[in-house]
């Protein structure tokens, strides 16, 4: 099993942020590369890349992103507006001596990413989405949308509701992570699963506990997980969440380009974040690239280490 470097805790914004580098570039030949996490998950997701990416010659940082892991986690909902993450993660390179850097995210660490791109660019050198486009601001706040289209089951809106849900995953953290990370659905399935599928508190409450075999990390791996999220708890994630509808009103009247060389990794059977998500991104996203692996779902880190990793390393070569 690959392993992590031990962490450092680097004071970023006000808080402690834990990142874990390999640097197979001391003569800086390339912009670092930053590899930002979404929801559930932590900078150990990233595991399969870190190395990887320092092999071919790259400096590589995962970051625990604030409220996951090793890092701080303050209860206050607006430290996880896209302001403040954004101030975040440019305070960290700040600390780092890092003037620019590649911003690599995977669901809500490409919209950390793509929200790098946007709102402090002069950190950026390139964008990576992997899962994540980047789409316009809606017309409408966006949980009164997904309500309408999704119902109020719908994860997005059951987690505006304080406490509850955190309280629910945190009384099962093992059968969270278990029905979390289950492989993808065929694409014949997928009109049969919408909605219910996005109805997450509903499956820890009601569904039974998958069988192992259906879970695409290692035992081990898991184990990392369980332990991590027993010690910080959810919630600081799930206030990610609880943005969403504030960062719509603050990006009002905002200019939403990302003017940066990026490069968008789809997944074929990503149900959440479909590769048809993608269309039109060239109209936010000039100078953007397309990639995507076949056969594959939302948790490509975990499905696909070798194809991701590859992508990931050729676009950086490339472009750099």
Request: aromatic letters at 10%.
């Amino acid at each position: 099993m690959t392993s992590l470097p031990e962490p450092q805790r680097i004071d970023a914004n006000g808080v402690k942020l834990a990142i874990y580098e390999m640097n197979g570039d001391e003569e800086g030949a390339y912009p670092p590369v930053f590899l930002v996490h979404g929801w559930p998950e932590l900078a150990y997701s990233w595991k399969n890349q870190l190395p990887a990416l320092a092999d071919e010659g790259f400096r590589a940082i995962a970051v625990d992103v604030k409220g996951f892991g090793a890092s701080d986690a303050p209860v206050d909902i607006d430290a996880y507006s896209i302001d403040q993450m954004t101030r975040d993660l440019a305070a960290l390179a700040d600390a780092l001596n890092i003037d620019r850097a590649v911003w690599c995210g995977h669901d809500w660490g490409g919209w950390l990413a793509w929200g790098m791109g946007q709102l402090r660019p002069e950190k950026v050198a390139g964008v990576i989405g992997v899962s994540t486009p980047l789409r316009p601001r809606p017309p409408a706040p966006p949980i009164s949308i997904l309500k309408k289209r999704f119902t109020d089951k719908h994860y997005f809106v059951q987690f505006q509701e304080e406490e509850v849900p955190e309280k629910l995953f945190e009384a099962n953290i093992e059968k969270f992570f278990r029905l979390t990370f289950r492989g993808p659905a065929p694409r014949e399935d997928w009109a049969r699963l919408v909605p219910r599928i996005f109805d997450l508190p509903g499956a820890i409450m009601h569904a039974p506990t998958p069988p192992k075999d259906t879970c695409i990390l290692s035992e081990e791996d898991l184990a990392v997980y369980i332990e991590a999220y027993a010690k910080s708890g959810f919630r600081g994630g799930i206030n990610l969440y609880r943005n969403v509808d504030r960062n719509w009103q603050w990006m009002e009247g905002r200019d939403e380009t990302v003017r940066a060389p990026s490069l968008w990794i789809g997944a074929e059977l990503d149900l959440f974040l479909p590769p048809e998500s993608a269309e039109g991104m060239e109209k936010l996203v000039p100078d953007l690239e397309k990639h995507i692996i076949a056969d594959c779902g939302h948790w490509v880190m975990w499905e696909k280490p070798a194809e991701l990793n590859a992508a990931l390393i050729a676009w950086l070569k490339d472009k750099f």
